[in-house]
C-alpha cells in the first residue's frame, strides 16, 4: 500500500504545520504533496519553506501568493491585489524571506505529475487548465467533465479554493485536501488529506486538527501587521 500525506495552501502558517507534523508524522508516508501558496498571510514563511526543503520524498509546485511574492522580488509591480491591507502581507513577506528560500520557491514547477503504480497524478494548484480557477466542490458537473476529458491524469489533487473534497467523476479523482494555514468555513483549525492507494484501489481520508492559533496571533501583532489577520486565523474566515 502506498501513503501519500496531501497539504497545500499553508500560507506561512507553520505553527498549523507543525500540528500536522505531530498528529501524523510525515516521514511514515511515501510522499508529501504540497498544492502551494507556501507564503503570505502568516508571518513563518521561512520556517514552511524549510520544512519542505528538509524533507525528502516531497512533490511541492507554488501557487499564486507564492507566484506574486517571486515577482515583487524581481523588480516587478504588484498590481493586484489592489487591498492595501493584502499588499502589507506581501510586502512584509518579501521583505523577510531568506535567500536559500527564495531560490527554492523560484526552483518549483506551477504543476507537475508523477505515476504511482496503475495511476498517474497530476498536483495542481487551481486545476489542469488553469492554476487560478477555484474549483469547488459544487461547481457544475459538466466543468468536471471537461477537466477530466482534459487530462490524462486519474488523479487531481487540487488547492487553491480552500475547500476540502473528494469527488470522482468519469472515474477521476479529484481531491483537495483543504488548507492547513488558512480556513474560510468558521473552523480554525488546520485542513489535511490522507491518499492511500492499494491494488488498484483509491481511499481518500480529510481530517482537521486543532494548533496554536495563539502563536499566529503573537507574531502578527508583533510584526505590526493588520488586525484583520488576527481575527481571520482567529475565527478562521476570510475577511479581506
Ligand atoms: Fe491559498
Not at 524549510?50 to 501557487?63: D, L, M
Request: proline share 6%; net charge positive.
Amino acid at each position: 500500500m502506498k501513503k501519500i500525506l496531501l497539504l497545500g495552501d499553508i500560507h506561512a502558517n507553520y505553527p498549523a504545520l507543525k500540528a500536522i507534523e505531530n498528529y501524523i508524522k510525515p516521514d511514515r508516508f511515501d510522499h508529501v504533496i504540497n498544492t502551494g501558496d507556501f507564503t503570505v498571510y502568516s508571518t513563518f514563511p521561512n520556517e514552511t519553506i524549510q520544512w519542505f526543503r528538509e524533507r525528502k520524498k516531497t512533490i511541492c509546485i507554488f501557487g499564486n501568493t507564492d507566484r506574486r511574492v517571486l515577482r515583487i522580488l524581481s523588480g516587478k509591480k504588484l498590481k493586484k491585489p489592489k487591498k492595501k491591507e493584502k499588499r502589507v502581507m506581501y510586502f512584509w513577506t518579501t521583505e523577510n524571506l531568506l535567500p536559500g528560500n527564495i531560490k527554492y520557491l523560484m526552483s518549483l514547477p506551477e504543476k507537475t505529475g508523477f505515476t504511482l503504480g496503475s495511476f498517474r497524478i497530476g498536483v495542481f494548484h487551481g486545476t489542469c487548465d488553469d492554476p487560478d480557477e477555484e474549483l469547488f466542490p459544487d461547481a457544475p458537473e459538466a466543468r468536471f467533465h471537461k477537466l477530466a476529458k482534459n487530462s490524462a491524469c486519474q488523479i487531481h489533487i487540487m488547492g487553491h479554493s480552500h475547500v476540502p473534497y473528494y469527488k470522482v467523476v468519469d472515474g477521476v479523482h479529484f481531491i483537495n485536501p483543504g488548507s492547513a494555514g488558512r480556513m474560510f468555513d468558521g473552523d480554525p483549525r488546520a485542513s489535511f488529506a490522507i491518499l492511500k492507494m492499494s491494488s488498484g484501489k483509491i481511499s481518500v481520508e480529510h481530517f482537521r486538527i486543532p494548533y496554536p492559533v495563539k502563536k499566529v496571533v503573537k507574531s502578527l501583532k508583533k510584526n505590526r501587521l493588520p488586525d484583520i489577520y488576527t481575527k481571520m486565523f482567529q475565527i478562521g474566515k476570510k475577511l479581506n
